[in-house]
């Protein structure tokens, strides 16, 4: 398994403004994410952190927006740029790890735009 | 048609009943697959791995059918605690691993 921490847990936030969230993961993995849930919905998933190279974004999500770094195999970080009222979410990281690739996850980063 | 498609819900169930939960997927080249639970306002964490010749761990038993591409989680003597939202996953490996979450069931466990 693996423990991931992730700060901050929550943040209030101005429009306009950004955000960095850290993630932090106990041991090594070779994959970590970054997902969105806003309020009432399923998973979305935001990119890939990829170790020593650009992250692999979804559709619907740009670098400009949610610049992600990995600078090594246990540490990431999430970037939420010029944000608005619709960036309101959760914001998880994870990793994956494990006989059969299980998905370990962070607690959440709770962002409210205001 | 959804990759990983399961009956939102919600479900409504007293304590000490019997609930199951079904999920289907679409893709032959899924190799592993798992239930995570989510309470509200938490992230996911990780129920049990489901295997082809079943798993139990206490009061909750997951199946895989692979032929019919169908997942199951039956969980027996409900407690109030149950009262989450269960998503299916599953992982494909289509030249590098991807996961798919289901969009989750909600189940209620009353009193």
């Known amino acids: 398994s693996a423990v991931i921490s992730q700060k901050p847990s929550r943040d209030i936030c101005q429009r306009g403004t950004s955000l960095t969230i850290q993630c932090q993961v106990d041991s090594q993995v070779t994959m970590m994410f970054w997902y969105r849930q806003q309020p009432g919905q399923s998973l979305t998933l935001i990119a890939t952190a990829n170790q020593g190279s650009e992250a692999t974004y979804e559709s619907g999500f740009v670098i400009d927006k949610f610049p992600i770094s990995r600078p090594n195999l246990t540490f990431s970080t999430l970037t939420v740029s010029n944000m608005s009222p619709e960036d309101s979410s959760i914001y998880l990281c994870s990793a994956q790890t494990g006989s059969g690739n299980t998905i370990y996850f962070g607690e959440g980063s709770w962002l409210t735009v205001v | 048609r959804k990759e990983v498609e399961q009956d939102p819900g919600p479900f409504n169930v007293p304590e000490g009943a019997t609930v199951a939960f079904n999920c289907t997927y679409s893709n032959s080249a899924s190799q592993s697959f798992f239930w995570y639970r989510q309470d509200c306002r938490k992230e996911p964490k990780l129920l049990m791995s489901v295997y082809s010749s079943g798993n139990e761990d206490g009061r909750f038993t997951a199946q895989l059918n692979r032929a019919s591409q169908y997942i199951s989680l039956l969980i027996r003597d409900s407690k109030l605690s149950d009262s989450a939202t269960y998503l299916c996953?599953?992982?494909?490996?289509?030249?590098?691993?991807?996961?798919?979450f289901g969009a989750g069931t909600r189940l209620f466990v009353k009193a």
């Open positions: 996953v599953v992982n494909l490996n289509t030249g590098g691993f991807k996961t798919i």
